[in-house]
């Protein structure tokens, strides 16, 4: 099984900095292990189903959302087995419940990951003020 923490401040004033931190641990049930996996961030804004941000391989090969490339970086720590997020310039569109996730298939990072399947860090809840 594998845990994926989430860290990072969720309140977030307008035309500043987003930053999110996941923590993986654990051994991935299908075999191999978390230095592995696939990792991702998806985001769920109120009202709206939860949509992919960005991925990244263990290779260090990162897709980002078309709509938000400009704005995101995604980074992983192979040592710490922590991947993180940041968005530059938040707007109040990027509000919403942002999770970590990871799979050993790549649905992750491909943003197909489902909600049933994979792993899913608990959530951080993130909020834009103007």
């Known amino acids: 099984q594998v845990q994926l923490v989430q860290s990072g401040e969720g309140s977030v004033q307008a035309g500043g900095s987003l930053g999110l931190s996941c923590t993986a641990s654990?051994?991935?049930?299908?075999?191999?292990?978390?230095?592995?996996?696939?990792m991702a961030w998806f985001r769920q804004a109120p009202g709206k189903h939860r949509e992919w941000v960005a991925g990244?391989?263990?290779?260090?090969?990162?897709r980002l959302r078309p709509s938000v490339k400009d704005r995101v970086t995604i980074t992983l720590d192979n040592s710490k087995h922590t991947v993180t997020l940041q968005i530059v310039n938040v707007k109040p569109e990027d509000a919403g419940v942002y999770y970590c996730?990871?799979?050993?298939?790549?649905?992750?990072?491909?943003?197909?990951?489902?909600?049933?399947?994979?792993?899913w860090g608990q959530g951080t809840q993130v909020t834009i003020s103007s």
């Open positions: 990244i391989r263990s290779d260090g090969t990162v």
């Open positions: 654990g051994s991935p049930l299908s075999g191999g292990t978390i230095s592995d996996l696939y």
């Open positions: 996730a990871a799979d050993s298939d790549g649905q992750s990072y491909y943003g197909s990951l489902r909600p049933s399947d994979g792993y």
